[in-house]
């Protein structure tokens, strides 16, 4: 079992700036990737972006390409989301997800991301 726990969501207004973590323990070894997920009321979770763990390739969402940065601590366990000139549409709850290498996915419980205009 693997356990994450989300952190850094909250308020902020158009154009600015919030940084998001996740830390996971448990079997982290059994870890491949990481990324984050968001969902707004009546939508889907989609995929914001993700990293590899062994080698840091990220992969993004369009509409987030060149604002939202995922990085890693391997030495920590911990994936942060760098986001960057917040827009209204950012507006979700942000969940963690780790996928291991059963390809099983782990889910952090959410944080609210809010960005006002």
């Known amino acids: 079992q693997v356990q994450l726990v989300e952190s850094g969501g909250g308020s902020v207004q158009t154009g600015g700036s919030l940084r998001l973590s996740c830390a996971a323990s448990?079997?982290?070894?059994?870890?491949?990737?990481m990324g984050w997920f968001r969902q707004s009321p009546g939508k889907e979770r989609d995929l914001v972006g993700r990293?590899?763990?062994?080698?840091?390739?990220?992969v993004y969402e369009n509409s987030v390409k060149g604002r939202f940065t995922i990085s890693r601590d391997n030495t920590e366990n911990t994936v942060f989301l760098q986001m960057s000139n917040l827009k209204p549409e950012d507006t979700a709850v942000y969940y963690c997800?780790?996928?291991?290498?059963?390809?099983?996915?782990?889910w952090g419980q959410g944080t609210q991301v809010t960005v006002s205009s």
């Open positions: 997800s780790a996928r291991d290498i059963n390809s099983y996915d782990y």
């Open positions: 990293i590899t763990l062994s080698d840091g390739t990220t």
């Open positions: 448990g079997r982290r070894f059994s870890l491949y990737s």
